[in-house]
């Protein structure tokens, strides 16, 4: 019943998700929260200081989202995601009042992330924003600190294209005497995210420099040279935080050096996942991968399948000079996937639109394998390879 809700249109309004949380008894008042938005990055951001708090020996919530194979790794706490009994008993519990309220999936969801979490008994929890912000479903909260990483251009249907105008719409979970805190780097934007804070009392308002080099010493779990700005985000939300949850002090915590998040440029074996879905995120991984050099083994071959409402031609742009190989495919989990045209695109592209043929044939001479381009298509790859559901 739950997922069957999953295709309905996004509804900008608060009211069901604070219906269901009325009828469950506003779960999401029993813990503190910090709570987490962007357009990239975010979800990175969001293991740093999860890994932190953990470290310091805080039970911890987090609820992220979308999933990769299964909507219980949506809600973890220590990292062990809510039990499918349990989602399935929170799912029939709230039934009659999902279809009263008309909550869509991702309402829902957030309705029993929050009821999990409160039942779990989570010290404090970590919440990363859906889409948007303002009229997120997570935005039914008061945190201890809103942060928001970076804004790009994504989900134009429901955001517009306008920066500033998705800025300011990020930027509403800014909440009256909470800290806010922003790593964008662009001038102009960082603007607009820093009137639209103030315009709704957030204090203090932060902005930090993610353009900085990292210490020689710096560990990060997270592979990439654009993890250092999740991560000097992640210190300064810590930094804002009130005791005993924080401060952490000046220097990025060594348990940045153990945070995992699944499919972010993930390399396991001959394979690497990244879930990049937009043109900043695609531009992020053809950085890397430069970067990584001669550790990537040739020939390199990717799969990509990416969602029709994106901007694929720019995503391809950024990959494909990087890549021997590329096979364009059409992932099962989501039916609005790009049905490719690649005419003039050359010879060394491929459209097979049978993913698990795909997903056979992308291996053949290659040492090693990037599957990108969505969430459904890293995580139906990991679900057809033995051994490669995502680790805890």
């Known amino acids: 019943m739950l997922f069957a809700r999953q295709a309905a249109r996004i509804k900008w309004s608060l009211g069901p998700t ?24 975010k979800g990175s951001t969001c293991a740093f200081v999860a890994n932190e708090l953990r470290a310091q020996g805080w039970r911890v919530g987090l609820y992220t989202s979308p999933h990769l194979i299964s909507a219980c790794e949506r809600i973890t706490v220590d990292g062990v995601p809510i039990g499918e009994d349990a989602f ?3 799912t029939t519990q709230l039934k009659l009042h999902i279809e009263r309220l008309d909550a869509s999936f991702f309402e829902a969801t957030t309705a029993i992330a929050f009821a999990d979490l409160a ?5 404090i929890a970590v919440i990363e924003v859906g889409l948007g912000g303002r009229l997120d479903a997570t935005n039914v909260l008061t945190p201890l600190v809103s942060a928001v990483t970076k804004i790009a251009l994504e989900h134009v249907d429901y955001l517009g294209s306008d920066l500033k105008g998705i800025a300011r719409e990020k930027a509403g979970i800014a909440k009256p005497k909470v800290p806010f805190i922003t790593g964008e780097a662009d001038p102009q934007i960082r603007a607009e995210l820093v009137k639209e804070a103030k315009r709704r009392g957030a204090e203090p308002i932060i902005t930090v420099d993610t353009t900085l080099r990292p210490r020689k010493d710096t560990h990060l779990g997270l592979r990439g040279r654009h993890q250092l700005a999740n991560a000097l985000v992640a210190h300064a939300i810590l930094n804002a935080l009130p005791a005993p949850f924080g401060p952490v002090g000046k220097n990025l915590p060594t348990s940045f050096a153990h945070a995992y998040i699944p499919g972010r440029f993930e390399v396991r074996g001959k394979w690497i996942f990244d879930v990049a879905h937009n043109p900043d995120g695609m531009r992020v991984v053809a950085q890397a991968l430069a970067e990584s050099g001669r550790t990537i083994r040739r020939p390199l071959h990717a799969l990509v399948g990416i969602r029709n409402d994106k901007d694929w031609r720019a995503m391809l742009a950024s990959l494909r000079p990087l890549l021997d190989r590329l096979t364009l495919t059409v992932p099962p989990s989501i039916p609005l996937m790009q049905r490719w045209s690649i005419e003039d695109m050359g010879p060394d592209v491929a459209f097979e639109p049978d993913f698990e043929r795909a997903l056979h044939d992308i291996q053949d001479g290659a040492a090693t394998v990037l599957v990108t381009g969505s969430f459904h298509t890293v995580g139906d790859a990991m679900a057809r390879l033995p051994g490669f559901a995502p680790v805890g």
Do not use: K, S, Y
Request: hydrophobic share 35%.
């Open 119 to 123: 039942a779990r008994d989570v010290d």
């Open 18 to 41: 604070e219906g269901l949380l009325d009828v469950l008894g506003h779960p999401e008042r029993h813990f503190p929260t910090i709570h987490i938005g962007g357009t990239n990055g």
């Open 88 to 90: 399935a008993e929170w």
